[in-house]
């Protein structure tokens, strides 16, 4: 198995679109600009929604709070996983060897697959919802998210 994400990570990182991005005289740091601005809208939208969901801030409507928020955490996830997508190709040998990468991967995972269940089971704007099945998510989201912000930070520090 981990051959084949060698190979993987060597196809990629040998892409044209990696060489054109790792050489380019702004792409680079644009695409990371573009990332930590995801990021920054993720969780920028998800502390304050899931210390909600946690019971602090009892006087905004739980409703009202998804309403607001879920809208820029999905754009900041969809901005952030785009432009890590394109990040991940600059030095992808690198990083298909590197455990917080894949420690960051499983949380954002965890997040996004715990989300999409609280949404179904609750209802998009968690009108409907129970008190305790949302302070659950809204711990193991914060959780997940703040643990996939360590783990990416990290992988500077241990990139593989």
Request: net charge neutral; proline share 2%; hydrophobic share 55%.
């Amino acid at each position: 198995m981990f051959e084949s994400l060698d190979v993987f990570g060597a196809a990629v990182g040998s892409s044209d679109f990696a060489k054109a991005l790792k050489f380019s005289l702004y792409g680079y740091s644009l695409t990371n600009t573009a990332h930590v601005f995801g990021i920054a809208m993720l969780v920028g939208a998800i502390l304050p929604l899931d210390l909600r969901l946690l019971g602090f801030f009892r006087s905004v409507d739980r409703g009202q709070a998804a309403r607001l928020l879920v809208p820029f955490a999905l754009s900041g996830l969809i901005i952030a996983v785009i432009a890590g997508a394109a990040l991940f190709t600059v030095r992808a040998p690198d990083y298909v060897e590197s455990s917080m990468l894949g420690y960051k991967l499983i949380l954002v995972s965890v997040g996004v697959f715990a989300a999409l269940i609280l949404h179904v089971r609750a209802g998009w704007w968690l009108d409907g919802a129970e008190d305790r099945y949302v302070a659950l998510h809204g711990g193991v989201s914060l959780l997940c998210w703040l643990g996939a912000l360590v783990f990416g930070r990290m992988i500077a520090y241990f990139p593989g």
